[in-house]
């Protein structure tokens, strides 16, 4: 694992930018979209606030451009979370948005696990009593559709909220808290007592009072693995609202790195509940999760970086090619453009693998047509069945083939491209003149060569 990733939150951010680049240079919104999101993600975690509703704000919009209504209720979900503090009728109100699109796709999990999430952000502000109301409607989701397992950790958020509401009057609001951990009486009334409201605020609080600090921090070693427990629910929760890859690559990046092999115990645990019980649906999309964070864990997330560069070399050789229309430098770009279509790239996530391909297609049409002006006829044809072979339905590139195939003298094969160039593009005007071509070299001798058709870009 890479500890600059999991430690270096800049890292991360500079990855994402770069993935981020990758995308909108190839013109792939789905890729662009979840990166997006994930560095909102990474954004909210590090509470800069207003940079990760800005990316939300522009991961949202891709979503809905593209239809993709997973990625959008995902979004929604988030952005009702980061603006529970400035905005609460707002962020009430993207939730419900969020529930919509839930419901529409009979995305159950996502459903239970956007009012958990919420139940737990409202817990940790102090908000006992509406986070209550959130935590049961999640309970009750999970219980109809058969989710038992989660019930036991929905059960203790529950427990906690109603505890909290009780003693809210008396207990200082304590960030440093998991959900189901509550302070004694006596040494909440002591922080009370002390102006410990808040994060900061305990911590002076502490300072100020050597005793206070041992007695609290004793009551932090007392209660380890119940603290732990409460931390693995809550991780629980926010890992089954991972919708995609870079969703996923997100919650990795906040998963506390001293966490992770206890929590990948508990999923696995899980799993094997899920499955005697005979849910199976739950299992699989645990599974699912699981194996795509030994994914990340595997470093493949540089794949990314690496593609990143190898367009940007096929990027420079086209541009070198197209300003001198030499045929080596075409060949070099057609070289790195098919090196994006290596294998190891292959598992990429978000990449517009269509538009990349389009992208190749029309390099090795260019070659052929390269070739065709320096009369390796050879050349030109095996360069435009590239092309085919890239984008089959593309009329262009079966026009291009069927000229060559007429200056090779292979006339049958000619006509049958032309007529699958005719199907593709009924009208284009071309056709006219390669069935011309194709009729006077026909009439030829078979000592004559044939007058063919130079290559074309229409």
Same mark, same amino acid.
């Not at 991972?242 to 906040?254: E, K, M, P, T, Y």
């Given at each position: 694992?890479?500890?600059?990733?999991?430690?270096?939150?800049?890292?991360?951010?500079?990855?994402?930018?770069?993935?981020?680049?990758?995308?909108?240079?190839? /013109?792939?919104?789905?890729?662009?979209?979840?990166?997006?999101?994930?560095?909102?993600?990474?954004?909210?975690?590090?509470?800069?606030?207003?940079?990760?509703?800005?990316?939300?704000?522009?991961?949202?919009?891709?979503?809905?451009?593209?239809?993709?209504?997973?990625? $959008?209720?995902?979004?929604?979900?988030?952005?009702?979370?980061?603006?529970?503090?400035?905005?609460?009728?707002?962020?009430?109100?993207?939730?419900?948005?969020?529930?919509?699109?839930?419901?529409?796709?009979?995305?159950?999990?996502?459903?239970?696990?956007?009012?958990?999430?919420y139940g737990i952000a409202l817990l940790q502000r102090g908000k006992h009593a $509406?986070?209550?109301?959130?935590?049961?409607?999640?309970?009750?989701?999970f219980r109809a559709r058969g989710i038992h397992e989660l019930l036991a950790q929905?059960?203790?958020?529950?427990?906690?909220?109603?505890? /909290?509401?009780?003693?809210?009057?008396?207990?200082?609001?304590?960030?440093?808290?998991?959900?189901?951990?509550?302070?004694?009486?006596?040494?909440?009334?002591?922080?009370?007592?002390?102006?410990?409201?808040d994060e900061a605020s305990l911590r002076r609080a502490l300072d100020a009072d050597?005793?206070?600090?041992?007695?609290?921090?004793?009551?932090?070693?007392?209660?380890?693995?119940?603290?732990?427990?409460?931390?693995?629910?809550?991780?629980?929760?926010?890992?089954?609202?991972?919708?995609?890859?870079?969703?996923?690559?997100?919650?990795?990046?906040?998963?506390?790195?001293?966490?992770?092999?206890?929590?990948?115990?508990?999923?696995?645990?899980?799993?094997?509940?899920?499955?005697?019980? /005979?849910?199976?649906?739950?299992?699989?999309?645990?599974?699912?999760?699981?194996?795509?964070?030994?994914?990340?864990?595997?470093?493949?997330?540089?794949?990314?970086?690496?593609?990143?560069?190898?367009?940007?070399?096929?990027?420079?050789?086209?541009?070198?090619?197209?300003?001198?229309?030499?045929?080596?430098?075409?060949?070099?770009?057609?070289?790195?453009?098919?090196?994006?279509?290596?294998?190891?790239?292959?598992?990429?996530?978000?990449?517009?693998?269509?538009?990349?391909?389009?992208?190749?297609?029309?390099?090795?049409?260019?070659?052929?047509?390269?070739?065709?002006?320096?009369?390796?006829?050879?050349?030109?044809?095996?360069?435009?069945?590239?092309?085919?072979?890239?984008?089959?339905?593309?009329?262009?590139?079966?026009?291009?083939?069927?000229?060559?195939?007429?200056?090779? /003298?292979?006339?049958?094969?000619?006509?049958?491209?032309?007529?699958?160039?005719?199907?593709?593009?009924?009208?284009?005007?071309?056709?006219?003149?390669?069935?011309?071509?194709?009729?006077?070299?026909?009439?030829?001798?078979?000592?004559?060569?044939?007058?063919?058709?130079?290559?074309?870009?229409?």
């Amino acid at each position: 694992m890479s500890s600059s990733f999991r430690n270096d939150r800049d890292a991360a951010l500079t990855s994402y930018t770069q993935a981020l680049a990758l995308y909108r240079e190839i /013109g792939a919104n789905l890729g662009e979209a979840n990166v997006l999101q994930a560095i909102g993600d990474v954004q909210q975690f590090r509470d800069d606030r207003d940079a990760a509703l800005t990316s939300y704000t522009q991961a949202l919009a891709l979503y809905r451009e593209i239809g993709d209504r997973l990625g $959008e209720a995902n979004v929604l979900a988030a952005q009702s979370r980061l603006l529970l503090d400035s905005n609460v009728q707002a962020s009430e109100q993207l939730l419900d948005q969020a529930f919509h699109i839930r419901r529409e796709i009979d995305d159950v999990y996502g459903e239970g696990a956007d009012l958990g999430n919420y139940g737990i952000a409202l817990l940790q502000r102090g908000k006992h009593a $509406e986070a209550l109301g959130y935590l049961e409607r999640a309970r009750e989701l999970f219980r109809a559709r058969g989710i038992h397992e989660l019930l036991a950790q929905i059960d203790q958020l529950i427990a906690q909220a109603r505890q /909290g509401h009780a003693s809210a009057s008396t207990r200082p609001a304590d960030t440093t808290e998991p959900a189901s951990v509550t302070l004694p009486d006596g040494l909440a009334a002591r922080l009370v007592a002390a102006g410990a409201t808040d994060e900061a605020s305990l911590r002076r609080a502490l300072d100020a009072d050597a005793q206070l600090r041992e007695e609290f921090e004793a009551f932090l070693a007392a209660h380890h693995e119940q603290r732990a427990q409460a931390s693995l629910n809550k991780l629980l929760q926010a890992f089954i609202a991972v919708g995609n890859q870079d969703a996923l690559a997100g919650f990795w990046q906040s998963l506390p790195p001293e966490l992770e092999g206890s929590f990948t115990a508990f999923v696995e645990t899980q799993i094997r509940q899920a499955e005697q019980s /005979g849910n199976r649906d739950l299992a699989e999309g645990l599974r699912q999760r699981l194996d795509g964070l030994d994914w990340l864990r595997s470093g493949q997330m540089s794949r990314v970086a690496e593609l990143q560069r190898a367009f940007e070399r096929y990027q420079q050789a086209y541009q070198a090619a197209e300003q001198s229309n030499d045929v080596q430098l075409w060949q070099a770009a057609a070289e790195a453009g098919a090196a994006l279509l290596a294998p190891e790239f292959a598992a990429t996530p978000g990449v517009g693998w269509d538009d990349l391909r389009a992208y190749l297609a029309d390099t090795y049409n260019r070659l052929g047509n390269a070739h065709g002006d320096a009369n390796d006829k050879a050349a030109a044809l095996a360069a435009f069945e590239q092309a085919i072979a890239l984008q089959p339905d593309v009329a262009m590139w079966r026009r291009n083939r069927a000229g060559t195939l007429i200056d090779l /003298g292979e006339l049958n094969m000619a006509e049958a491209e032309i007529a699958a160039a005719r199907t593709l593009e009924p009208e284009a005007p071309r056709l006219d003149e390669l069935d011309a071509a194709l009729t006077q070299a026909r009439a030829m001798p078979a000592s004559t060569e044939p007058p063919g058709s130079a290559p074309a870009t229409s």
